[in-house]
């Protein structure tokens, strides 16, 4: 059985730009979401993908969009990045059945630096 | 104020030492609690996970839930110099909400050999 793996490991970007990231869910899985993780702080919800719709959405600007395909990999555009937005960013993985049993399982993350 | 506060640490304890991990929480609707361990640079790996209020056991973990107090716990029993990571609780609302998962800040643990 494979794990979720994220694509690239670090990025370095300058801020204005644009960044895509990249998530392959866990064999069986058909739910991804996706965190942010300040240096010392809890991951914090951006949204999630069920079946390929959006399923949910925390507190973050439309400059933070996402995309399921078929497959049930991931992406995460970020528009017009922030310094703020240096962060890891965690893909989680989970299969949208019984929620009693739903667990989410991570990746090993994606390390942003915008300068 | 948060939905979901815990104690930032960090915490150094010796080798076999009891260590206990505390998250309090504002939110009711929460239902599902869990706790994830993650290492340096890494993503957060799952430890425990439980469902409303009681004991959970697995090894040497025990996780904890009193919903009556708002309140979550996670001990370590014989720890060891690997259990040494940023330790993250986490929980989870009812059916018919989006799965999301709200976290604490984590408490940074370091076990002394």
């Known amino acids: 059985e494979t794990g979720v793996t994220q694509s690239p490991t670090h990025l370095i970007k300058t801020r204005g730009q644009q960044v895509t990231l990249r998530c392959s869910s866990q064999?069986?899985?058909?739910?991804v979401s996706w965190y942010q993780q300040a240096l010392g702080q809890g991951p914090q919800f951006i949204f999630q993908?069920?079946?390929?719709?959006?399923?949910g959405r925390g507190n973050f600007p439309p400059r933070f969009s996402g995309l399921q395909f078929p497959n049930y990999s991931s992406e995460l555009n970020v528009n017009a990045l922030e310094l703020d937005d240096s962060a890891l960013y965690l893909c989680a993985s989970s299969y949208g059945g019984d929620i009693s049993t739903d667990t989410q399982y991570f990746g090993p993350g994606t390390r942003l630096t915008v300068l | 104020q948060k939905e979901v506060e815990q104690d930032p640490g960090p915490l150094s304890v010796p080798e076999g030492a009891i260590v206990s991990l505390n998250c309090t929480y504002s939110n009711s609707a929460f239902q599902y609690f869990m706790w994830y361990r993650q290492y340096s640079r890494k993503g957060p790996e799952l430890l425990m996970y439980t469902y409303s209020s009681g004991n959970k056991e697995d090894g040497r973990f025990t996780a904890q839930v009193d919903k009556s107090s708002k309140y979550i716990s996670l001990f370590i029993r014989d720890s060891q110099p690997s259990d040494s990571a940023t330790y993250l609780c986490?929980?989870?609302?009812?059916?018919?909400?989006?799965?999301?998962?709200?976290f604490g800040s984590g408490t940074q643990l370091t076990v002394l050999p």
């Open positions: 986490a929980m989870r609302g009812t059916p018919g909400s989006a799965r999301q998962l709200t």
């Open positions: 064999s069986g899985h058909n739910t």
């Open positions: 993908y069920y079946r390929e719709e959006e399923n």
